[in-house]
């Protein structure tokens, strides 16, 4: 195995990493092209984090110029003939755009089944910010791609 970087496990110190637009001093510099309802999911979310329970995470991103990742966590009930996502918290890196879509994608599949998530598109996750900016639209298909690797992780497992 190589000894490279382990993206998938917290290291037991945290890094936090912030991008340019994290050290706004200017209100209206570096928030420009982020819609109001993106930065109110982002000034007042409430599904950061692991729920009790989870089993089920995913971790998408990139680093190319810059880190830019967000990690889902589901507690799944798999009780039904669909297995449904009960509690979703996530955990993002980067911009705001990554957060509010990550917020966002949480609620919008938590008490959906597999198939009823699966259904979403970049585009659903757009609408529900109320769009991202120019060179931003990366974050609307992470969270996709999240949910879906939340399925992928829970059948794996289970």
Request: charged letters at 25%.
């Amino acid at each position: 195995m190589s000894e490279g970087r382990d993206i998938y496990h917290e290291p037991k110190q945290k890094v936090l990493l912030r991008t340019a637009d994290v050290y706004q001093t200017e209100v209206d510099d570096e928030v420009a092209g982020y819609s109001d309802k993106l930065l109110a999911i982002v000034a007042d979310y409430h599904n950061g984090g692991r729920p009790e329970g989870m089993n089920a995470q995913a971790m998408v991103g990139k680093s190319k110029r810059g880190e830019v990742a967000l990690r889902l966590f589901a507690v799944v009930d798999d009780s039904v003939a669909d297995p449904v996502f009960v509690k979703v918290g996530f955990k993002s890196r980067g911009c705001l755009a990554m957060t509010g879509c990550a917020s966002a994608i949480c609620s919008m599949i938590e008490g959906k089944t597999f198939s009823q998530a699966l259904e979403l598109t970049p585009k659903d996750v757009e609408l529900a910010v109320d769009g991202v900016p120019k060179g931003k639209g990366h974050t609307t298909l992470f969270a996709i791609e999240a949910v879906r690797g939340l399925v992928g992780d829970w059948m794996y497992r289970c």
